[in-house]
């Protein structure tokens, strides 16, 4: 947690942030990593060098039988996976946790994340049960052995049971530990605001950076000049972000498809016009309105928040994901990776000199 | 109100119906024709010969201040145009009534309506008010000057102070008045569903049914083998449906997206594919959680029937659209148009002997 | 290859088929299936009984550098996953097999199929290469022991391997071991169409059918009545269907979104309205205008089928979907699974009376 | 054409533009307007003050039988209007003109845009031919009369008829007339970028900007903090854009619906995050593969620029809706309107000094 954050170097940000200026700044949110960092040198398939992870988020840390969150999602470019996302669309809603790690890994992370939930809701919900989890990925094939298949299901329970409310380590660390933004090394960013709409909310983001080529960094508009080394990967861009929204303020599955779209805001604001290989997919929940799965319910009152009020939530959600973003970048160290791949650290030195 | 109806001929609809087996089973919703009828022989643009019309649908037959109903749309085949799907897709709600009418008049209807709306509630929304009218269209070229812009906005008006809730006129009438389905003489067709669903509701239907070639017509599954004249229409199956589905059950906006594509079901259940040039668009609206207008309001309890309970309704929607689109066919007798165009109406006693 | 099909009972399908009457009709494409039945009686999660299998679909048969195949989607109703879609619906292609299991096998297919596709082409792509496999699902909890987690990678690989061109098996086979339909035991079916629409070519398709309420079935429009016993699911019609179409007519990614429409069409023909938990979700690709992945490719000209030329594929697409649910209704004979749960198969007379 | 632009002020816009920096640099587009501004002080419905208009493009200035150009479409929030969306995204393409207007003129331009259209091409096409206008709008009613009624139909065939390639006028001109952007006055804008993408394509942009609340303005990521008035609107960001990209780049119907995305990636460089009430919606074509229209044309070849090379397209189609936009707020000077409205023009001192 000493790491450093983008309002470290005076970036200019807008609004107010909740405590942590976090996603779990939203009551109930939970965020636990696995991070595999091992192996130096040349890649040898199945061996290494290794630079994987996944992050968990849990929506409710829940307490008894499940509860669903309401939820809407935006695809700005959908070169990548969220698995999940047809349920989503058609329910308006989600069960149990969301998990990001690298492409090549979310067949074993869907898997292990549904292990994961039947063993603690299975025998309760019946063998007649069934669970489609939500698994995000983007490409750590640069600095990562990703065709070796290093995550394994016990790194994916350990995010999973890791997860806790309150400060969000930033960077290398889960899904984040072999991205690359913008050709910084980058990973894994949070923050939060905090919006007067009709009453106090709480909008979250979660990132996991992995976008961007170079000369599109134009942070709060300004081209990234200062000398240094670029990460070179091999297909600048092709990378991908996957951003998750959370929310208390009680928003309906399609105020929520809207405030996911607004996640592309605060991606634009950082420079990118988004890249053709990129994944650029974002989800959208709010905690509002729980209710335990119960197929027998009918008619049930909702909370929700007028239209009217939602231009602060709206910003809030820009606000929030353009800081993630760039606090994925700041808190990630230079790191080398397979055959000696070099994603270099933004230069906090150049950074700090920029806001001054 | 003495024309035939579908189960006139033993056509064997499933479901109980509402009192008059239409859209207006829907408390508070009110439909209005006017029909337009005059002139024969050759084409002569701008003369003639007239077969068009305008159906106005009011949601909410209104009494005060403009309230919203929650809405969702699904387009099965977009070839045609429903003005205000942006604003239904984005706010999950429309304002004001929902006009059909021949391909060429959108724009008349649409300022048409627009006009009637403002005359109704212009003055005490203020000059800063704005209303996006919601027009749908088929094409009724086949029989009509549809080059010669004979429908004018006192036509529309008409239709408009002419709603009525009761029953509705079917056949050509209204909008559908140039309309063929499955090249037979056909137009507007509407048909209603008592549903229980945690709850007793009704889902209604009203379709603007132009659509079909006849080789595809399969009513019940059933080929149509009658002998008789075709509607050779220059480009068969070059018409569209324009279907709108009603209901007091308490769907959110990403339900009535969901019940719209219901429709699509009681379409194929009718025979077609669904052809290329076809505009087969569908809106469902509920009249349930009426809010007025009110830019100030916070949060707001809004009842909910949960997804658990959708089956019945979801098969409402389709029975009341399937019905309705025969419906649309057997009310209409044969009708020549321009150029000495003919379109036949569907061969009552062949109809009722298949179906004996 | 025995087994009885839709037209043994007599069953009126429209429209001439290819040689096989399955998607393997469209050149190039295979299918392969790995079956796992074993065990009886009580549940004993992670023993049995095993009632699930995987289906794999290679689009192209390949024989060296990977080729994508142009794709379109359509989700009628999103209860389900269908692995890939983002990347489908943002690229207009995809690469690699198409791999149907029960819901609770996602994971490990995903990683199977992952891993296949690299042992043959990873090499040759480089470390810098990323796949993102596409997988559907439907529910086989009924009768197999879903949460035990019996389907292993080696099967995946073992469908894969085999996927063959000609006759494809229906029935309790593949991914459809352990799916019901209309509450009558069901599986994967499949049918093709040739079609004429300026120039001859086929369309195929190929079902896991999992969805429907018995008293929704209506093939052809006919109520069944027939007396007999009712698979006694635990939630009726909370099933799904993944529908594939193939075809080699040149079609572009929106134009194949729309032939994936009218697979809800043939769905629809056979009764059902779509029920609220069922995954109802379709995939149309086309073998046509192949080329090898080639980053540096500029200009390249395509051919395409000109939307005025669409309606026989159209309806090749619906019939093709009709038949091969029905083909996977009647090849399917009653299994008992976990708890003694059985799945009746269709009284084979009684159909066959049916259609006499 | 005396009038600033962005680039008189130091903005520093990225990459090359064409030689016009207008959206008519793709070889064919024409645009035309017409302005409507008369009457001073209180508002009186149907007298005025009247600030409206229309803008016409020309996609093709076509010099025979019609040809659709190849488009798509982005609705980042559809709080507004756009007619033939639904036949946009269904078919792939569209015919004839786009027409840009003030919200309460849609219908009215909507039958004179059908009207200039059938007036050239409806005796060629004979009386079954249909076509649906490409009208959108914004809300000009805070200076105009927009309850009043103003534009007439000559006023849409003015603009269709003086429509022309080369220079085309900014600020408060056409649809733009009554239009403000972050609350100062504003209305058309248009820019265009060249690049470089296995080949030299143009990318053109054309916006309606009316849209934005003042303390979301950042040009270039830098805050407004300049003094001066603010338009007070009644409603602050419940405006719209409507953004029109063309290109000559071989892009198909999908690409095009993703170069439609990048419009809001402009957008959300200028600094807001998308407000409510704002329809923001973007439609995107391209003049290559040009073909008449023709109903027995059969496989025929497309060119089409692969995926893999529109990186640079993206950007430069970011780009000029960016510069667009900034352009249409400096070419507008301050406007009285009804009731004493006044819409401030942007400072020009304040802002050439922010870029100094």
Redesign the interface.
């Known amino acids: 947690m000493t790491r450093m954050r983008g309002r470290d170097f005076g970036l200019?940000f807008s609004g107010p942030t909740g405590p942590e200026n976090a996603i779990t700044d939203v009551p109930g949110v939970a965020v636990g990593h696995t991070t595999l960092i091992h192996g130096e040198g040349a890649?040898r398939?199945g061996e290494g060098p290794v630079r994987t992870g996944v992050t968990a988020i849990l929506p409710r840390q829940e307490t008894g039988r499940p509860a669903p969150v309401w939820a809407g999602m935006h695809?700005?470019?959908?070169?990548?996976?969220?698995?999940?996302?047809?349920?989503v669309?058609?329910?308006?809603w989600f069960l149990g946790p969301v998990c990001l790690t690298g492409?090549?890994n979310?067949?074993?992370?869907?898997?292990?994340?549904?292990?994961w939930f039947?063993a603690r809701h299975?025998a309760a919900m019946?063998?007649?049960?069934?669970?489609?989890?939500i698994v995000g990925e983007t490409?750590d094939?640069?600095l990562n052995?990703?065709?070796g298949?290093h995550l394994k299901p016990e790194h994916v329970r350990d995010a999973l049971d890791g997860a806790r409310p309150g400060p969000v380590a930033e960077g290398a660390v889960g899904g984040g530990t072999g991205m690359s933004c913008y050709q910084f090394k980058a990973g894994i960013g949070t923050a939060s605001r905090r919006v007067a709409a009709?009453?106090q909310w709480t909008v979250g983001a979660l990132v996991q950076a992995n976008f961007g080529?170079r000369e599109?960094f134009?942070?709060?508009?300004?081209?990234w000049n200062a000398a240094g080394a670029t990460a070179r990967e091999?297909?600048p861009?092709e990378g991908s972000i996957i951003g998750i929204l959370a929310t208390d303020a009680?928003l309906?599955?399609?105020?929520l498809q809207?405030l996911a779209?607004?996640a592309?805001?605060g991606m634009?604001?950082t420079g990118?016009?988004?890249?053709?290989?990129s994944?650029d997919?974002f989800l959208a929940f709010s905690t509002a309105n729980a209710l335990p799965l119960?197929?027998?319910?009918?008619?049930?009152?909702?909370?929700?928040?007028?239209?009217?009020?939602?231009?602060p939530v709206?910003?809030g959600?820009?606000?929030a994901v353009e800081e993630a973003i760039l606090n994925a970048i700041v808190a990630a160290d230079t790191m080398i990776g397979?055959?000696g791949n070099r994603a270099e650290g933004i230069d906090h030195a150049a950074l700090r000199a920029m806001f001054a």
Chains 1, 2, 3, 4 share one sequence.
């Open positions: 200019p890649l398939i695809s700005f470019n959908g070169a990548g996976e969220l698995t999940g996302s047809h349920f669309a058609e329910y308006g492409t090549h979310v067949g074993v992370v869907h898997k292990a994340s549904l292990d039947l299975g019946g063998p007649g049960f069934w669970h489609l989890p490409w094939g640069f052995d990703s065709h298949g009709a009453g080529r599109e134009r942070p709060f508009g300004r081209p091999e297909k861009g009680p309906l599955p399609h105020q809207r779209r607004r592309a805001v634009a604001r990118t016009s988004g890249n053709n290989g994944g997919i119960d197929a027998e319910r009918g008619v049930t009152p909702l909370d929700h928040l007028p239209n009217e009020q939602l231009n709206f910003t959600a820009a606000d397979r055959d």
